[in-house]
């Protein structure tokens, strides 16, 4: 993947295995993280965007969140196109995510 998603993917991946036991299943074109329920996906948009998916009710409006319609795989998505971008706004809603997840 162009555009640093090696990087992107790597840095998901680290902060949400701090958060603690996690299961990761690769899906077709994403990689689904779970815990007694699905709260995070993560995977490539295009060659040059990653794009986070996390199941969490009710987050504060912010330019950064894309809400989904409802009855969509996830509540909402957040496109990435470097490892910068997971910041810890990012990190801070995954682990809210993670934590509603069970």
């Given at each position: ?80 196109t470097g490892a ?19």
């Amino acid at each position: 993947l162009r555009g640093g998603g090696g990087a992107v993917a790597r840095t998901l991946t680290a902060a949400i295995g701090a958060f603690g036991e996690v299961e990761s299943a690769e899906k077709k074109g994403y990689v689904s993280v779970r815990r007694k329920k699905q709260f995070a996906m993560i995977g490539p948009k295009t060659n040059t965007r990653f794009e986070v998916g996390i199941n969490i009710k009710d987050l504060k409006k912010n330019s950064r969140l894309q809400e989904q319609p409802s009855g969509s795989m996830c509540n909402y998505v957040i496109p990435l196109t470097g490892a910068k971008e997971v910041d810890a706004e990012l990190v801070a809603w995954i682990k809210s995510a993670f934590e509603e997840a069970g």
